[in-house]
């Protein structure tokens, strides 16, 4: 039987930032309770894993940010990144904080100097 039929959720292809705790990723695929993404960081099957998505576009000007708790459930090579397949046990929604973004945006602005 092949994995697609195993699956009780719909898969959706899209690519998204991962950050990982000493690595970065990118999404192939997604679904309410798992992700595969594509990273240099090896895994172990089983293995905890704390990661969060970066959803650039959900809200315009700041981007929300996914963090997900779940377990490695499967590792492929795939040339010269691995594959990561990870089921999501627990996740929470987290906005940028718009506040200190702005607060830096003048700070980088004041030190400018215009031309007349």
Same mark, same amino acid.
Not at 78 to 84: M, T, Y
């Given at each position: !039987?092949?994995?697609?039929?195993?699956?009780?959720?719909?898969? @959706?292809? +899209?690519?998204?930032?991962?950050?990982?705790?000493? +690595?970065?990723? $990118?999404?192939?695929?997604?679904?309410?309770?798992? $992700?595969?993404?594509?990273?240099?960081?090896?895994?172990?099957?089983?293995? +905890?894993?704390?990661?969060? $998505?970066? /959803?650039?576009?959900?809200?315009?000007?700041?981007?929300?940010?996914?963090? #997900?708790?779940? %377990?490695? !459930?499967?590792?492929?090579?795939?040339? @010269?990144? /691995?594959?990561? %397949?990870?089921?999501?046990?627990?996740?929470?929604?987290?906005?940028?904080? +718009?506040?200190? %973004?702005k607060r830096a945006?003048?700070?980088?602005?004041?030190?400018?100097?215009? #031309? @007349?």
């Amino acid at each position: !039987m092949k994995d697609y039929e195993n699956r009780r959720t719909i898969r @959706h292809r +899209a690519t998204f930032p991962v950050e990982l705790e000493s +690595a970065k990723g $990118i999404t192939r695929d997604f679904s309410s309770s798992g $992700i595969f993404f594509e990273t240099d960081k090896s895994f172990t099957p089983g293995q +905890a894993i704390e990661f969060t $998505i970066v /959803l650039e576009y959900v809200d315009p000007g700041r981007p929300v940010y996914l963090k #997900c708790r779940g %377990a490695i !459930m499967r590792v492929e090579e795939k040339g @010269h990144k /691995l594959g990561i %397949a990870t089921n999501i046990k627990s996740y929470v929604f987290e906005k940028s904080n +718009a506040t200190a %973004a702005k607060r830096a945006v003048k700070k980088t602005s004041r030190k400018v100097k215009k #031309c @007349h």
